[in-house]
């Protein structure tokens, strides 16, 4: 059987089993070791399956990814979330949508220590939202505002599918973080101005809240020193070169189980619920990445990224013409996969494919970097956008007075300064890369 006809049906086969509602994992991995078999024989398909999980389960750089989850783990047991949220309602709560920025720069700051999306959206809806609906605020501005805010969870590093990309890209996690920040801080101010706009436009929609003396502010912006002391010690020991990006999420787990305790939030129970939240979240990650590393390997054997490699660079297309079609293609990917899930599975395919591309004239290097920041922030679309959106289907398990279909109006201005973002980025690369360029 034609390679390339073996390849589309493991495309299709892994299309019915998501469809079916098979794990992602076992999606991936079924269709390939099927698909490998077809052209190979048993014994090269046992031998694969032994060495591919022992090379993929002893990547040392891997092991930034639970910790990293775990630092979250920390900051969410530890009450540090809460300590955030009430810091940025006491500056601008009282502000008509005040409640609504403060939950945005609460996700910002709690995405410095968590590294994932749907834990940002968990995490703050759990402490803004009762806050937002005791003030009056309408139901789908309030969900919306924290799906869309949750995004920032993996805009602003540390950020694991940021780590994940960096490991198959073989690129510098440093570099990539750096490279992420301005589009996190632009992301986070986009969203607090659709606050801003759609207060003005229906300010029925939420009531401000009575400003805090000013003595009670600073109480409040007291409590966030230990995110802020942990912010500059893991990045700035990074930056400093005083350890690697691993080293980094260890101290960074650290601090954050010190400044936990500091709080004396974080109760044996809680640290109980942290190491099994990891274990449970590593688990999921790494079972991605065998039924990823499956299928891939079999798509390598059908020469498909090859193939796709030299067709896209004989289009006669404008390469960002190229770049943008990718772009959409993850974002209607995203309609039925999670963010590690997508790149898992098309970075080894489209990757190669794109470093072809004569791009803004980029050394291979940026270009890497540059289409990392896109693909980051069009899986950050695909969380919040319908029919899936999984930080909307989070955050409306908590909010439950709230149909799902409000939130998913409400997401649509959001999304709308994403997009336009995400366009920016594509052609002005230097607003991404121009901290990399001052930092390196």
């Given at each position: 059987?034609?390679?390339?006809?073996?390849?589309?049906?493991?495309?299709?086969?892994?299309?019915?089993?998501?469809?079916?509602?098979?794990?992602?994992?076992?999606?991936?991995?079924?269709?390939?070791?099927?698909?490998?078999?077809?052209?190979?024989?048993?014994?090269?398909?046992?031998?694969?399956?032994?060495?591919?999980?022992?090379?993929?389960?002893?990547?040392?750089?891997?092991?930034?990814?639970?910790?990293?989850?775990?630092?979250?783990?920390?900051?969410?047991?530890?009450?540090?979330?809460?300590?955030?949220?009430?810091?940025?309602?006491?500056?601008?709560?009282?502000?008509?949508?005040?409640?609504?920025?403060?939950?945005?720069?609460?996700?910002?700051?709690?995405?410095?220590?968590?590294?994932?999306?749907?834990?940002?959206?968990?995490?703050?809806?759990?402490?803004?939202?009762?806050?937002?609906?005791?003030?009056?605020?309408?139901?789908?501005?309030?969900?919306?505002?924290?799906?869309?805010?949750?995004?920032?969870?993996?805009?602003?590093?540390?950020?694991?599918?940021?780590?994940?990309?960096?490991?198959?890209?073989?690129?510098?996690?440093?570099?990539?973080?750096?490279?992420?920040?301005?589009?996190?801080?632009?992301?986070?101010?986009?969203?607090?101005?659709?606050?801003?706009?759609?207060?003005?436009?229906?300010?029925?929609?939420?009531?401000?809240?009575?400003?805090?003396?000013?003595?009670?502010?600073?109480?409040?912006?007291?409590?966030?020193?230990?995110?802020?002391?942990?912010?500059?010690?893991?990045?700035?020991?990074?930056?400093?070169?005083?350890?690697?990006?691993?080293?980094?999420?260890?101290?960074g787990a650290v601090g954050t189980f010190v400044a936990a305790q500091f709080k004396r939030e974080l109760d044996r129970a809680g640290i109980v619920r942290s190491f099994l939240g990891t274990a449970e979240t590593s688990a999921m990650v790494f079972m991605i990445f065998l039924g990823a590393d499956m299928m891939n390997a079999s798509l390598a054997l059908t020469q498909m990224p090859k193939g796709l490699a030299d067709w896209v660079s004989h289009l006669q297309v404008a390469p960002l013409w190229i770049v943008g079609a990718v772009m959409v293609f993850y974002v209607i990917l995203g309609c039925v996969m999670d963010e590690l899930s997508m790149m898992l599975l098309t970075i080894p395919v489209l990757f190669p494919a794109i470093m072809g591309l004569d791009l803004w004239g980029l050394n291979p290097e940026m270009k890497a970097i540059w289409f990392g920041i896109l693909v980051l922030m069009t899986v950050g679309i695909g969380m919040t956008a319908p029919p899936v959106g999984l930080n909307v289907y989070v955050v409306n398990s908590i909010a439950k007075d709230v149909p799902m279909s409000e939130t998913y109006k409400g997401v649509f201005p959001f999304l709308a300064t994403d997009v336009v973002r995400t366009i920016a980025m594509l052609f002005f690369p230097g607003l991404c890369l121009g901290l990399v360029n001052l930092l390196f």
């Amino acid at each position: 059987m034609d390679p390339l006809y073996i390849g589309l049906l493991m495309f299709g086969g892994m299309l019915v089993l998501m469809a079916l509602r098979v794990p992602i994992a076992a999606a991936m991995f079924i269709p390939g070791a099927l698909g490998y078999w077809a052209m190979t024989n048993d014994l090269a398909l046992l031998n694969l399956m032994k060495g591919s999980a022992v090379a993929r389960l002893t990547v040392y750089d891997l092991s930034v990814i639970p910790l990293f989850l775990l630092m979250g783990q920390f900051a969410t047991q530890g009450g540090l979330s809460k300590a955030l949220f009430q810091a940025a309602a006491a500056f601008v709560g009282h502000i008509r949508g005040g409640l609504a920025m403060a939950a945005v720069l609460s996700a910002a700051a709690f995405g410095a220590v968590c590294g994932s999306s749907v834990a940002t959206s968990a995490t703050i809806t759990q402490v803004a939202y009762p806050e937002m609906k005791a003030h009056g605020y309408h139901g789908r501005l309030a969900t919306a505002t924290l799906a869309s805010g949750g995004t920032l969870g993996i805009l602003i590093p540390p950020s694991v599918p940021l780590v994940v990309y960096a490991i198959l890209t073989e690129q510098n996690i440093a570099k990539l973080f750096a490279a992420a920040m301005v589009p996190g801080i632009l992301a986070m101010l986009g969203y607090i101005a659709v606050i801003a706009i759609i207060c003005r436009v229906k300010p029925e929609l939420a009531t401000p809240s009575e400003p805090l003396p000013w003595p009670q502010r600073w109480k409040a912006l007291a409590g966030i020193w230990p995110i802020v002391a942990i912010f500059i010690l893991v990045f700035g020991g990074i930056y400093g070169g005083l350890f690697s990006p691993t080293e980094g999420a260890a101290v960074g787990a650290v601090g954050t189980f010190v400044a936990a305790q500091f709080k004396r939030e974080l109760d044996r129970a809680g640290i109980v619920r942290s190491f099994l939240g990891t274990a449970e979240t590593s688990a999921m990650v790494f079972m991605i990445f065998l039924g990823a590393d499956m299928m891939n390997a079999s798509l390598a054997l059908t020469q498909m990224p090859k193939g796709l490699a030299d067709w896209v660079s004989h289009l006669q297309v404008a390469p960002l013409w190229i770049v943008g079609a990718v772009m959409v293609f993850y974002v209607i990917l995203g309609c039925v996969m999670d963010e590690l899930s997508m790149m898992l599975l098309t970075i080894p395919v489209l990757f190669p494919a794109i470093m072809g591309l004569d791009l803004w004239g980029l050394n291979p290097e940026m270009k890497a970097i540059w289409f990392g920041i896109l693909v980051l922030m069009t899986v950050g679309i695909g969380m919040t956008a319908p029919p899936v959106g999984l930080n909307v289907y989070v955050v409306n398990s908590i909010a439950k007075d709230v149909p799902m279909s409000e939130t998913y109006k409400g997401v649509f201005p959001f999304l709308a300064t994403d997009v336009v973002r995400t366009i920016a980025m594509l052609f002005f690369p230097g607003l991404c890369l121009g901290l990399v360029n001052l930092l390196f």
